[in-house]
């Protein structure tokens, strides 16, 4: 047995043996009616680890007759990038150069603008890949000339067959009649995360360390108690945990929520857990119990400082209080109503008196009884609108009464 990885000994070297992004290389996919055209454009490929990214940039190369040379923004500078662009003349490709050039996000601004030059003058055609949010990473004037693909998280559905292959492409290598149990390479795919190259890397290790079968027990030893299985931070399982928690504690249900908690925390998950805590008191019990968004800071921030297994008491304390809470999400509701109008322009112009320097005709408040005098705040053509409705709880009711009392 050699040591290339094993993810590196089955890379497919066609459309039709990729595991998932059906949605960009089925014969339908996008990517793939653009290859059998002839006609490639400039590219930025992100999404997770693993997801077959560089993958689709070589079959991209070998299907377009164009040269291809990879670089890795974490190590490579202009002058490598220069350097390629030397070797365009003496590439005897009939289509030129395909820089693929990986983790883009690590090129600072003048690195990337520098590439403005080769790819819009057809010397280059560039497929950048990155998993980060590229429109936060990438800048806008090479972000303009390029065609943003997303890579999603491959299921553990399409991952298990590319494992099943494997165990054949290895005992072939070897010489070795090794079986694999499915109960195994479903369990490893599922623990991969969405990550074909993770989860053949587990099955190597497994391959190795195994006699003459992979059963899950000599698989689970290659899966820390923090496992994918339990919790897969970017993919589709962690998500949902996210999304149970918050349903859980807007549905009032507190034996629900610590469930979720549990699960989030025995993945070893701290920081996403009081992140959707902290929108969960703003988001969900508002201005029912204002102080919600207060007491859960003090508790997210105990949690942080605390670390586990003690950070689980003071956020098992967050979820049942945000669960045994009143709920309202006025406050969502209005801002989102707000936003709408925004974005159909309105609003755009608003009142004299609030116009800065001279705000001419502008009353203070507190110079008059109870600090309120009635004046125009909106714009002219959103007069009369309500974006806030009181909720139906003891605080906004209580606050209801107070100010239809001053107001009337």
């Excluded at 459309?15 to 089925?26: P, Y």
């Excluded at 280059?124 to 693909?149: G, H, K, M, Q, W």
């Excluded at 995360?193 to 290790?205: F, N, W």
């Excluded at 159909?344 to 609030?354: E, R």
Aim: with cysteine.
């Amino acid at each position: 047995m050699t040591n290339r990885p094993l993810a590196d000994k089955l890379r497919p070297t066609s459309f039709d043996e990729i595991a998932g992004q059906k949605h960009l290389i089925s014969e339908q996919g996008v990517i793939r009616r653009m290859v059998n055209t002839g006609r490639i454009t400039n590219m930025i490929f992100y999404g997770p680890p693993g997801t077959g990214k560089t993958t689709v940039a070589n079959i991209i190369a070998k299907n377009s007759d164009m040269e291809l040379y990879r670089l890795n923004a974490t190590t490579a500078s202009l002058s490598d990038v220069k350097e390629v662009i030397a070797q365009s003349s003496s590439v005897f490709s009939s289509r030129g150069i395909l820089l693929y050039l990986d983790e883009i996000q690590y090129f600072n601004k003048k690195q990337q603008q520098s590439l403005l030059e080769y790819i819009e003058d057809g010397r280059v055609t560039l497929i950048a890949s990155t998993t980060e949010n590229p429109y936060f990473y990438i800048y806008d004037a090479l972000l303009s000339r390029c065609s943003v693909f997303e890579f999603k998280h491959i299921s553990a559905k399409e991952i298990f067959p590319v494992l099943r292959r494997a165990i054949d492409a290895m005992n072939e290598e070897n010489s070795s009649p090794k079986k694999a149990t499915d109960e195994a390479l479903e369990f490893l795919a599922a623990c991969a995360g969405g990550d074909v190259r993770h989860a053949l890397t587990l099955l190597e290790g497994a391959y190795i360390a195994s006699d003459d079968i992979i059963t899950i027990d000599v698989a689970k030893e290659f899966i820390p108690s923090a496992s994918a299985g339990l919790f897969d931070r970017d993919g589709d399982t962690h998500y949902c945990l996210l999304g149970a928690l918050q349903k859980s504690i807007r549905g009032s249900d507190p034996d629900a929520a610590v469930f979720y908690l549990a699960r989030l925390l025995e993945g070893g998950d701290i920081i996403s857990a009081c992140r959707r805590l902290l929108v969960i008191a703003s988001e969900d019990i508002g201005l029912a119990y204002p102080q919600a968004a207060q007491i859960t800071y003090a508790l997210c921030e105990s949690a942080k400082q605390l670390g586990m297994p003690e950070a689980r008491i003071p956020l098992a304390n967050c979820a049942i209080m945000l669960a045994t809470a009143p709920k309202s999400n006025s406050a969502e509701s209005a801002i989102d109503m707000a936003l709408e109008d925004i974005r159909g322009g309105k609003g755009t112009t608003f009142p004299v008196h609030l116009q800065a320097p001279l705000f001419k005709g502008y009353k203070y408040p507190h110079s008059y009884p109870n600090h309120y005098v009635k004046q125009q705040y909106l714009p002219d053509d959103l007069v009369g609108k309500h974006y806030y409705t009181y909720g139906e709880n003891k605080t906004e009711q209580a606050a209801k009464l107070y100010w239809d009392n001053i107001k009337k």
